[in-house]
């Protein structure tokens, strides 16, 4: 087993596509779709039955991605200080 293959898939799939960082909200999502999974088979084994409305459940299981993508439009948002071009900072430098 390629272990080099296995932890650059991980990486991939855990991390933000622009910024390559890790994604804590790709990560809450997998722990709590695990979560979810162990409370549906635990409530399957009590009662041989599954539960009649899982929508709460998977309300419950993306909710941290969510959270994480409505964090980051938010903050598309925010005004930037360092928007200006780098010609236009250098001559403000020139002026100072």
Do not use: C
């Amino acid at each position: 087993m390629n272990t080099a293959k296995i932890k650059a898939v991980v990486r991939e799939v855990y991390s933000e596509p622009n910024g390559g960082g890790l994604s804590w909200g790709r990560v809450a999502a997998t722990f709590t779709v695990l979560a979810a999974i162990g409370w549906i088979t635990r409530v399957l084994l009590l009662t041989h039955a599954l539960p009649a409305d899982m929508t709460g459940i998977a309300a419950f299981a993306i909710s941290p991605y969510g959270a994480n993508k409505v964090a980051t439009a938010a903050q598309s948002f925010s005004p930037n200080p360092i928007s200006a071009p780098p010609a236009a900072l250098a001559e403000l430098e020139k002026k100072l």
